[in-house]
């Protein structure tokens, strides 16, 4: 099996490292940039699993490519965040009306922003995303290229730490933040196989919560395949990420479809989305 691995998802990072990782699978771990270039992987069959936020594979059924949801982690509401600067006049979301931010478009990121507007009363085209790639958007929003930055680990958790930025919202205020494990409906897992995927990502997700320092110490050194932190986070720093999320690994079920349908619903409200997605139940799924 073919298992994707990007830098941000730090579940199949670690399980890239741990020991018997997916053996009876036989895997191939493949590096890859970024979250968002999952779909395509998946299409051109150079993998067959990734693991992402909440929003690529709705990006992908938008594509018409039929996503099968494997697994899905539990609620990560730590991992996301707003920042504005420390001397910025802006106090609270209902004042990021009109103003430059900087996200990781298509990613979780512009779930968060639309769900934290939406509670103001604004909506995406009330303000100005501007996409942040491999950019430094920390420097982006100190040296005022941009008014907002939303921040997810580790660097978010480096941001917290510092005086010259200050925090308007936080994840769990806003959307449940799962990872979710998931493939195409084309690539043809069995039944077999996804059970072994759901299996294997839960005793992994439990030997990472029973050791978070041997975790730790693998993320910082990162590994020959290239997804490494490219931020340079040290051992300490990344046990304080390890130890913030819950790495509990469940099957898809009724409850997360819904809450992806919810997020379909909410990215077509705010013009993100031009039509409607449905979503299959996971009964409706099994081969």
Same mark, same amino acid.
């Given at each position: 099996?073919?298992?994707?691995?990007?830098?941000?998802?730090?579940?199949?990072?670690?399980?890239?490292?741990?020991?018997?990782? #997916?053996?009876?699978?036989?895997?191939? #771990?493949?590096?890859?940039?970024?979250?968002?270039?999952?779909?395509?992987?998946?299409?051109?069959?150079?993998?067959?699993?990734?693991?992402?936020?909440?929003?690529?594979?709705?990006?992908?059924?938008?594509?018409?490519?039929?996503?099968?949801?494997?697994?899905?982690?539990?609620?990560?509401?730590?991992?996301? *965040?707003?920042?504005?600067?420390?001397?910025?006049?802006?106090?609270?979301?209902?004042?990021?009306?009109?103003?430059?931010?900087?996200?990781?478009?298509?990613?979780?990121?512009?779930?968060?922003?639309?769900?934290?507007?939406?509670?103001?009363?604004?909506?995406?085209?009330?303000?100005?995303?501007?996409?942040?790639?491999?950019?430094?958007?920390?420097?982006?929003?100190?040296?005022?290229?941009?008014?907002?930055?939303?921040?997810?680990?580790?660097?978010?958790?480096?941001?917290?730490?510092?005086?010259?930025?200050?925090?308007?919202?936080?994840?769990?205020?806003?959307?449940?933040?799962?990872?979710?494990?998931?493939?195409?409906?084309?690539?043809?897992?069995?039944?077999?196989?996804?059970?072994?995927?759901?299996?294997?990502?839960?005793?992994?997700?439990?030997?990472?919560?029973?050791?978070?320092?041997?975790?730790?110490?693998?993320?910082?050194?990162?590994?020959?395949?290239?997804?490494?932190?490219?931020?340079?986070?040290?051992?300490? *720093?990344?046990?304080?990420?390890?130890?913030?999320?819950?790495?509990?690994?469940?099957?898809?079920?009724?409850?997360?479809?819904?809450?992806?349908?919810?997020?379909?619903?909410?990215?077509?409200?705010?013009?993100?989305?031009?039509?409607?997605?449905?979503? @299959?139940?996971?009964?409706?799924?099994? @081969?």
């Amino acid at each position: 099996m073919k298992i994707g691995v990007h830098p941000n998802n730090l579940h199949l990072r670690l399980a890239r490292l741990w020991p018997g990782a #997916f053996v009876d699978l036989q895997p191939i #771990f493949v590096s890859y940039a970024e979250g968002r270039d999952t779909a395509v992987l998946l299409e051109s069959g150079d993998i067959d699993l990734g693991g992402t936020g909440s929003t690529p594979p709705l990006e992908a059924d938008m594509r018409g490519l039929g996503v099968e949801y494997i697994a899905a982690s539990a609620p990560r509401p730590a991992n996301g *965040a707003i920042f504005v600067r420390s001397d910025s006049p802006i106090g609270s979301v209902a004042e990021l009306k009109g103003r430059r931010i900087s996200l990781i478009d298509g990613s979780f990121h512009t779930y968060l922003l639309a769900r934290s507007l939406e509670g103001e009363g604004l909506s995406l085209p009330d303000v100005e995303r501007i996409e942040s790639g491999a950019r430094d958007s920390l420097a982006d929003l100190l040296e005022g290229r941009v008014d907002a930055w939303v921040a997810m680990s580790p660097r978010l958790e480096k941001a917290l730490e510092r005086d010259d930025v200050r925090l308007i919202v936080r994840c769990g205020a806003a959307i449940p933040n799962r990872s979710l494990f998931w493939t195409l409906e084309r690539n043809g897992l069995s039944a077999a196989e996804i059970g072994a995927v759901v299996s294997e990502l839960s005793r992994i997700g439990n030997e990472i919560a029973a050791d978070p320092r041997t975790a730790a110490r693998l993320l910082a050194s990162g590994d020959r395949g290239g997804s490494g932190d490219r931020g340079g986070t040290d051992i300490d *720093a990344w046990e304080k990420v390890v130890r913030s999320r819950d790495f509990t690994v469940f099957p898809i079920d009724d409850e997360i479809i819904a809450e992806q349908q919810e997020e379909a619903d909410t990215l077509l409200r705010h013009g993100h989305f031009d039509k409607p997605i449905v979503l @299959k139940r996971p009964l409706e799924t099994v @081969k």
